[in-house]
Nanobody
Framework: QVQLVESGGGLVQPGGSLRLSCAAS????????MKWYRQAPGKQRELVAV???????NYADFVKGRFTISKDNAKNTVYLQMNSLRLEDTAVYYC???????????WGQGTQVTVSS
């Protein structure tokens, strides 16, 4: 029902910035919580940031003060602004939409972020 497409990944130097986008084919209503996850090679998937159905925002400790999650309802798009990137931020970043009413989860295909000097 809902298709998610991530974009904005790429290769950046340490200290650089990227903005990831997650575009939804359908409207992201207030019933959806939007999340960004990441997974590095050889590591488990980890939650990066959440913007809840109520508008609340939470971040993992390792990105606080550096990353910002936001949502543009008119464009049906969720963003992850990433600043002060570090080598350990290298991972595939995934967008996830959870319908908290119907208990359905949707995933994007992921976008590669590589931080390297």
């Amino acid at each position: 029902q809902v298709q998610l497409v991530e974009s904005g990944g790429g290769l950046v130097q340490p200290g650089g910035s990227l903005r990831l986008s997650c575009a939804a084919s359908g409207s992201i209503s207030s019933a959806y919580a939007m999340k960004w996850y990441r997974q590095a090679p050889g590591k488990q998937r980890e939650l990066v940031a959440v913007i809840g159905s109520s508008g609340s925002i939470n971040y993992a400790d390792f990105v606080k003060g550096r990353f910002t999650i936001s949502k543009d309802n008119a464009k049906n798009t969720v963003y992850l602004q990433m600043n002060s990137l570090r080598l350990e931020d290298t991972a595939v970043y995934y967008c996830n939409a959870v319908n908290v009413v119907l208990f359905r989860s949707y995933w994007g295909q992921g976008t590669q972020v590589t931080v390297s000097s």
